[in-house]
């Protein structure tokens, strides 16, 4: 099964009040770090990055497809339809992740593609809540994405009602993430702060230079 991954920072990040794409992250910004991290398992020109239409990206690498979305505050599945359509041909299935997710392990991607067997996607679950943005899709539901697009259903939780769904209870993938950290999103400053930490990088250091490199527009 030939992989892809789809990596959506298109978001406003109103929560953060900083774009988390360029939020440092010890020698990285997040998104650099988010790439990296899936390069481990995935090909550089097997993954696409779908940014906002106006976004600054940090420099990545020359392989990285970059997408973007045709239309603004559409929600992960107008990501999720920019990166199939940018998705190279011959990919078989595909992680999706955020950029706030600095703390993915590599193996937990591993898992997730294998769990995916004959479904149409695979997506961790915990008795009472998707985790939507750690799941693995096949590039054949884009019809569906788009289907849903157009009739103005942007839930994505939905897409999971359409097509063949495997949920994974997220106490199966404890044994290459015992702590989950894959399943953990920066929305807000006290997450981006915790997970410098869990990282082993100083908090008041990397908030205090995103401040100060922040554009005035998102102060």
């Not at 420099?59 to 990285?64: D, G, I, R, W």
């Not at 929600?75 to 990919?91: D, I």
């Not at 539901?141 to 994505?156: C, G, K, P, Y």
């Amino acid at each position: 099964m030939q992989p892809g991954a789809i990596i959506l920072c298109g978001g406003r990040s109103s929560r953060m009040g900083l774009d988390k794409a360029t939020l440092p992250f010890g020698a990285e910004l997040m998104l650099q770090r988010v790439v990296r991290i899936v390069s481990e398992v995935i090909e550089l020109s097997a993954i696409v990055v779908v940014a906002a239409p106006d976004q600054i990206l940090p420099e990545l690498p020359a392989t990285v497809t970059i997408a973007r979305d045709e239309y603004l505050d559409r929600g992960p599945l107008e990501g999720l339809a920019a990166g199939f359509r940018a998705m190279r041909k011959h990919v078989e299935a595909v992680y999706v992740t955020s950029c706030d997710a600095p703390l993915l392990v590599p193996n937990f991607i591993h898992k997730m593609l294998n769990c995916l067997d004959e479904y149409d996607i695979a997506v961790p679950y915990d008795g009472q809540f998707y985790h939507p943005l750690a799941a693995v899709l096949r590039p054949c539901v884009l019809s569906t994405v788009e289907s849903m697009l157009a009739t103005d259903r942007l839930r994505i939780a939905s897409l999971f009602d359409e097509v063949s769904t495997l949920k994974v209870l997220v106490e199966s993938l404890r044994n290459v993430d015992p702590t989950l950290s894959s399943l953990l999103n920066c929305n807000h400053p006290e997450d981006y702060l915790s997970a410098l930490k869990s990282a082993g990088f100083s908090p008041v250091k990397s908030m205090c230079e995103a401040t100060r490199n922040a554009p005035r527009s998102a102060m």
